[in-house]
């Protein structure tokens, strides 16, 4: 009856209606989105913060190896998606979930080469210059954490990242307790405060503006994993600062097939650490996917770990086109594809499920959590 259950959860309420093959347009679909609750919050003891920050996660568990782990039960499902919240006082809790669908729903080895395993063939990134360019949407929305990783601005004071950017599945990294998030600003020169420097034939100097964070979700199913299994199906954490950031974000969305992308590909911004300063934006096609993850072969360094993988298409009853973030940038895989070894980096898509958690992280409100 559970797996029964299970399967009605994660399948049919990932219904979605998508425009007839005479439209041109990639349309944004409408998803049913599941309600998760919080049912009960136990206080922990504080953590000990004596992890060491990874940029990226390495996991040989491939496509094939994720399609054929048996699907959750409906309690180990509930129990992944029950989270840690950790406070800027080092004080932590937990909270059990509740999951529900509401028949009124909206419509709505591995490599020696580490320093270039995440680079395939010609280097297809693009260094991001410019206040004209660094401070405009949609990559004034990439952030980067005091911890190495990149971030995503999704609200007033909400960052989406990677959960291994602050929590290496056993225990919270050195720096989480304090952790900032930056915010890429022009650093002016002593007298040119004020002065319109945009025609400069030189790059313009930028600096980090630093924002406290005030707690941070980091869900069970990475925490009780680790990134050889199930757990980076789980690689996500949401970050609330403590005071408004004032920059246009971006939304989140739950991520539609890899078919139904517009052709079939993905964008993202992160501050990879062999590029140190830059803003580097890339893109490329999806290869694979389960129904937690994305698998590409987009150009990608350690730092951009935890960028918000986004994409464009027609919001139907907005009339205007849209970005949503559909995934979250998580790391490295190696792959054993028949005997022969392949590599890909990986995001982590947002189902339904992951849909409906994070919007309530947002929003505190199930019912502003409808529509997908």
């Known amino acids: 009856m559970a797996g029964l259950s299970t399967l009605i959860l994660l399948l049919c309420a990932a219904k979605d209606v998508m425009p007839s093959s005479s439209h041109w347009k990639p ?40 399609k054929s782990s048996p699907l959750p039960t409906y309690e180990e499902v509930k129990n992944y998606l029950s989270y840690e919240t950790l406070y800027a006082n080092g004080s932590l809790t937990e909270t059990e979930v509740g999951i529900y669908i509401l028949s009124n729903s909206g419509d709505g080895s591995q490599g020696k080469s580490r320093t270039k395993r995440q680079i395939y063939g010609y280097d297809s990134r693009f260094s991001i210059f410019g206040k ?58 002593d007298g040119n405060k004020g002065a319109n420097i945009t025609n400069s034939a030189m790059p313009e100097k930028m600096k980090f503006q630093w924002i406290r964070v005030k707690r941070t979700h980091v869900p069970k199913g990475w925490i009780k994993g680790n990134a050889n299994d199930i757990g980076m199906d789980y690689d996500y954490a949401l970050l609330e600062l403590k005071k408004p950031h004032k920059r246009k974000f971006m939304k989140i969305g739950v991520s539609p097939p890899a078919r139904h992308l517009p ?78 070894p392949q590599d890909f980096n990986v995001a982590v898509r947002i189902t339904p499920l992951k849909y409906a958690q994070i919007c309530y992280w947002i929003k505190g409100n199930y019912l502003d959590c409808r529509e997908g």
């Open 27 to 66: 349309t944004w679909p409408s998803y049913r989105v599941p309600v998760i609750l919080p049912q009960s919050t136990l206080n922990l003891d504080k953590p000990q913060f004596d992890a060491e920050a990874r940029l990226e996660v390495v996991s040989p568990c491939g496509p094939a190896c994720h």
């Open 132 to 189: 004209d360019f660094l401070l405009n949407y949609p990559f004034s929305t990439s952030v980067k954490l005091s911890t190495g990783c990149t971030g995503t601005l999704v609200a007033e004071k909400h960052v989406l990242t990677a959960a291994h950017c602050i929590h290496d599945g056993k225990s919270y990294v050195k720096g989480a307790q304090k952790l900032r998030v930056g915010f890429l600003k022009p650093k002016l020169k």
């Open 263 to 340: 052709g079939g590909r993905i964008h993202f911004s992160g501050y990879d650490n062999d590029r140190p300063g830059n803003l580097v934006y890339r893109f490329c096609d999806v290869k694979d996917e389960t129904y937690d993850l994305l698998y590409q072969q987009c150009d990608a360094q350690p730092g951009a770990s935890g960028s918000g993988v986004y994409v464009r298409m027609w919001k139907r009853q907005n009339h205007k086109w849209e970005r949503k973030i559909i995934g979250i940038f998580s790391g490295h895989q190696w792959v054993d594809m028949n005997g022969t």
